[in-house]
């Protein structure tokens, strides 16, 4: 049975992890190996609850005992050792993650399940570095995780049925909705979101419309909640640059290869949201953006 789990990372993914894992009751170690990055997670946790609080989706005593749930570690051989479930949500980088793995194969214990929310990096490849490749599994969240239903489950060469279906079933635990795919680039999620948002950053490149006019027509005209520009920023362009890389590296087709707008921008440091400037401006500790001022 599963309920000691380690989250391993607390950026935004991380957080929205533990934040989810302990609002059904887990008790969650939350290990990073920044103090800094663990008091953001914590405030973070705490703001959203309370704007469910606000919303009265939960009540004082739910964002209470959500809390009460999460320890904070720095630690992760401290973190890990009563783990039953350990869930990597650290930066979208090969080897960081090869090394996390191998040192969580040391130290969490023999029965526990290593997932890993990897975006886009290989299942197989990373369970090869560890002496269990059949335990280990991606558990894809998507961003803001509270809020989005879907858990993209990733089957790597080795896992076996008994784990895959232990963590469908802890998704459907946690009032989320699993699918079941396989490992190959991209998986599902980011095979179908890349190519799109590499199109629309192609749109703007090649001039034929606008940031704001791309983004309306796929907004109002397919009813997607953000346009692929925006949605682009908030999901990061550097990140949206490692995953079309995988995909370009992965089936060697130049249907993938990632537009040099998007790479200039990332070279360039405007990669979204997070550093307050991509395709829009954003303006710090409110909702409002505007275009970028490159591109108006
Ligand atoms: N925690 C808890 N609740 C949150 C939240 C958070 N972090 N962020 C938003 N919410 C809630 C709000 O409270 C609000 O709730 P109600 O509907 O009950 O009022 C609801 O979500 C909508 O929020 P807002 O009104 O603040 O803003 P919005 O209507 O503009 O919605 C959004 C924001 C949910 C992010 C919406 O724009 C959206 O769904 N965007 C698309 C997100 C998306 O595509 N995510 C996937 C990205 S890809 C990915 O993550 C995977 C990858 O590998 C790259």
Redesign the pocket.
């Known amino acids: 049975m599963i309920k000691n789990i380690t989250v391993v990372g607390a950026g935004a ?1 991380g957080n ?1 992890i533990a ?1 989810v894992f302990a609002m059904s009751g887990f008790q969650v170690n939350l290990v990073d190996i920044s103090e800094i990055a663990l008091s953001k997670a914590i405030a ?1 946790i705490t ?3 309370d ?2 609080l606000k ?1 009265e ?1 939960i009540d004082e005593a739910a964002k209470n005992s959500t809390l009460a749930n999460i320890n904070t570690f720095t630690d992760t051989a401290e973190a890990t050792k009563d783990a039953d479930l350990v869930v990597e949500a650290a930066t979208e980088n090969v080897d960081l993650k090869l090394k996390i793995f191998a040192q969580l194969d040391e130290v969490a214990p023999e029965k526990a399940i290593l997932a890993t929310n990897t ?2 990096i290989s299942i197989t490849r990373i369970a090869a570095v560890t002496g269990r490749p059949e335990k280990v599994i991606g558990m ?9 239903k ?1 858990v ?1 489950v990733i089957r790597g060469y080795s896992t076996t049925d008994e784990v895959t279906e232990l963590i469908m079933d802890l998704s459907r635990t946690l009032g989320k909705v699993p699918t079941e795919v396989n490992d190959y680039p991209g998986f599902v ?2 095979r179908i ?2 190519p799109m948002i590499n199109e629309a950053i192609y749109t703007l490149f090649e001039g034929v419309a606008g940031v704001e006019e791309i983004d309306t027509v796929m907004k109002l005209g397919m009813a ?3 346009g692929p520009l ?2 682009a920023d ?3 362009l550097d ?2 640059l490692a ?1 079309l890389n995988v995909l370009h590296d992965g089936f060697g087709n130049p249907k993938y290869a990632p537009c040099p707008l998007l790479v200039n921008m990332v070279m360039a440091g405007k990669i979204g949201q997070k550093a307050g400037e991509g395709f829009y401006k954003y303006t710090a500790g409110t ?1 409002d953006f505007v275009v970028s001022p490159s591109f108006k």
């Open positions: 993914m929205g934040h973070t703001k959203n609850l704007r469910m919303k989706k975006s886009s894809h969240f998507m961003n803001p995780v509270p809020v989005m879907l993209e999620a980011n979101l890349m997607h909640p953000m925006r949605l908030f999901i990061g990140v949206c995953i909702k």
